[in-house]
């Protein structure tokens, strides 16, 4: 029965997007991929009972599909419900990384499956928005739909979260040390933009050896407004740069972790916003000493889905979604977040948030929500350690 279920459902969407587009769009789709072979198989069971290469072949050919249905969205001027859905690209990030022409082909796919379902507002989680030019070529190749990726809300998420951090573990935006890792691109850039706005004065960026040019550029922008020459930020194509950090932001469109266990010190703090994750699995196992956090994570109460988005509770949903949401219930029209971020615009997603009253979620990894015992741990190794 389950399998007629979904090969039913796959069928379907592939009949849908031959169809022709609805003259009315006033729903919403989110656009996501598998973090890995195994959240595949969370969708597609009988992959488990295949060898991983043809697995990998299914999933290289199947065309986007309807994920679940999203609930409990209304718009806020008229108290109208909003019918959503979460859309699949069934491309592995290594997959999506080592094939980008193919890549594209399939979130156009899944664009046009929204619009055929009466999107008219999507948006771009995961690698779909990096590997679109930050949804650019999506705006180029369909005009019958408004684009977001979600990364407005991301960054203010990312960056409140780091704010709160900070305050609970009472580490001074003046003096404290942070880093950026994946500090070049789009959502790292608008971080440490927020972040230099609030204060902070000793910022690492960390990229690709080849933006070196490009992250100088981005250091000389953000030391503009600096006339007492006080900022201390600087780059560095070293991972391993970031061991004297207190608190790194993880924001890198690797289809792999990057971050180690040797990479931090004893009570070092990361917000890991990756998806999939840049913090190898095994630091979280093996170093009780550093505290973990998912960046982008909202707590949106009247919001149902049924998905395992790796989350820790059912009202929890990442904030590139939570912006697709916002937009929704507002009936703003136009495209938003596409490109490079601008930090008038984060502000403005940030208001829409709050009139729809979502909030941080409580601070959680991929093991569940963050214990008050394991941050007495780390508030204690940071107050005793060494000056």
Same mark, same amino acid.
Request: glycine share 8%; net charge positive; hydrophobic share 45%.
């Given at each position: 029965?389950?399998?007629?279920?979904?090969?039913? =459902?796959?069928?379907?969407?592939?009949?849908?997007?031959?169809?022709?587009?609805?003259?009315?769009?006033?729903?919403?789709?989110?656009?996501?991929?598998?973090?890995?072979?195994?959240?595949?198989?969370?969708?597609?069971?009988?992959?488990?009972?295949?060898?991983?290469?043809?697995?990998?072949?299914?999933?290289?050919?199947?065309?986007?599909?309807?994920?679940?249905?999203?609930?409990?969205?209304?718009?806020?001027?008229?108290?109208?419900?909003?019918?959503?859905?979460?859309?699949?690209?069934?491309?592995?990030?290594?997959?999506?990384?080592?094939?980008?022409?193919?890549?594209?082909?399939?979130?156009?796919?899944?664009?046009?499956?929204?619009?055929?379902?009466?999107?008219?507002?999507? &948006?771009?989680?995961?690698?779909?928005?990096?590997?679109?030019? =930050?949804?650019?070529?999506?705006?180029?190749?369909?005009?019958?739909?408004?684009?977001?990726?979600?990364?407005?809300?991301?960054?203010?998420?990312?960056?409140?979260?780091?704010?709160?951090?900070?305050?609970?573990?009472?580490?001074?935006?003046?003096?404290?040390?942070?880093?950026?890792?994946? =500090? =070049?691109?789009?959502? &790292?850039?608008? $971080?440490?933009?927020?972040?230099?706005?609030?204060?902070?004065?000793?910022?690492?960026?960390?990229?690709?050896?080849?933006?070196?040019?490009?992250?100088?550029?981005?250091?000389?922008?953000?030391?503009?407004?600096?006339?007492?020459?006080?900022?201390?930020?600087?780059?560095?194509?070293?991972?391993?740069?970031?061991?004297?950090?207190?608190?790194?932001?993880?924001?890198?469109?690797?289809?792999?972790?990057?971050?180690?266990?040797?990479?931090?010190?004893?009570?070092?703090?990361?917000?890991?916003?990756?998806?999939?994750?840049?913090?190898?699995?095994?630091?979280?196992?093996?170093?009780?000493?550093?505290?973990?956090?998912?960046?982008?994570?909202?707590?949106?109460?009247?919001?149902?889905?049924?998905?395992?988005?790796?989350?820790?509770?059912?009202?929890?949903?990442?904030? $590139?979604?939570?912006?697709?949401?916002?937009?929704?219930?507002?009936?703003?029209?136009?495209?938003?977040?596409? &490109?490079?971020?601008?930090?008038?615009?984060?502000?403005?997603?940030?208001?829409? &948030?709050?009139?729809?009253?979502?909030?941080?979620?409580?601070?959680?990894?991929?093991?569940?929500?963050?214990?008050?015992?394991?941050?007495?741990?780390?508030?204690?190794?940071?107050?005793?350690?060494?000056?």
């Amino acid at each position: 029965m389950k399998l007629f279920s979904l090969i039913y =459902g796959v069928m379907a969407d592939l009949i849908v997007a031959y169809l022709p587009s609805p003259k009315v769009k006033d729903k919403f789709a989110f656009i996501v991929h598998p973090r890995s072979t195994y959240d595949a198989v969370n969708k597609f069971f009988f992959l488990k009972f295949l060898p991983k290469p043809i697995a990998n072949f299914f999933l290289r050919h199947l065309w986007p599909i309807t994920a679940t249905k999203i609930e409990g969205l209304k718009y806020l001027e008229t108290g109208k419900s909003i019918e959503g859905w979460i859309l699949g690209v069934p491309l592995t990030p290594r997959q999506m990384i080592e094939n980008r022409t193919l890549a594209k082909k399939r979130i156009l796919q899944a664009v046009k499956l929204a619009e055929k379902k009466g999107a008219r507002i999507v &948006g771009l989680g995961g690698l779909t928005g990096s590997l679109t030019e =930050g949804g650019t070529y999506i705006v180029n190749n369909n005009k019958k739909v408004d684009i977001t990726t979600g990364r407005s809300y991301t960054a203010y998420t990312v960056t409140e979260n780091l704010f709160k951090l900070a305050g609970y573990f009472d580490i001074n935006l003046a003096d404290g040390k942070f880093a950026i890792v994946g =500090g =070049g691109g789009s959502i &790292g850039l608008a $971080c440490a933009e927020m972040l230099v706005r609030a204060g902070i004065n000793n910022l690492l960026l960390v990229d690709l050896i080849g933006r070196k040019e490009n992250m100088e550029k981005i250091i000389k922008q953000l030391k503009q407004d600096d006339r007492d020459n006080i900022l201390n930020i600087t780059f560095s194509h070293q991972i391993h740069d970031i061991i004297n950090s207190d608190i790194v932001i993880a924001a890198t469109n690797a289809p792999e972790a990057v971050i180690k266990s040797e990479d931090l010190k004893p009570g070092a703090i990361v917000i890991d916003d990756a998806q999939p994750s840049d913090v190898d699995k095994a630091v979280i196992k093996e170093r009780d000493d550093v505290l973990i956090i998912e960046g982008g994570v909202i707590r949106a109460d009247n919001i149902k889905y049924r998905m395992n988005m790796g989350l820790a509770g059912r009202n929890d949903i990442f904030s $590139c979604l939570a912006e697709v949401l916002a937009i929704a219930a507002h009936g703003e029209n136009g495209h938003y977040t596409v &490109g490079w971020l601008d930090l008038n615009l984060i502000d403005e997603i940030s208001k829409l &948030g709050i009139a729809l009253d979502f909030k941080l979620a409580p601070f959680q990894n991929k093991y569940g929500y963050i214990t008050e015992e394991k941050m007495q741990k780390i508030r204690k190794i940071i107050r005793n350690k060494p000056a």
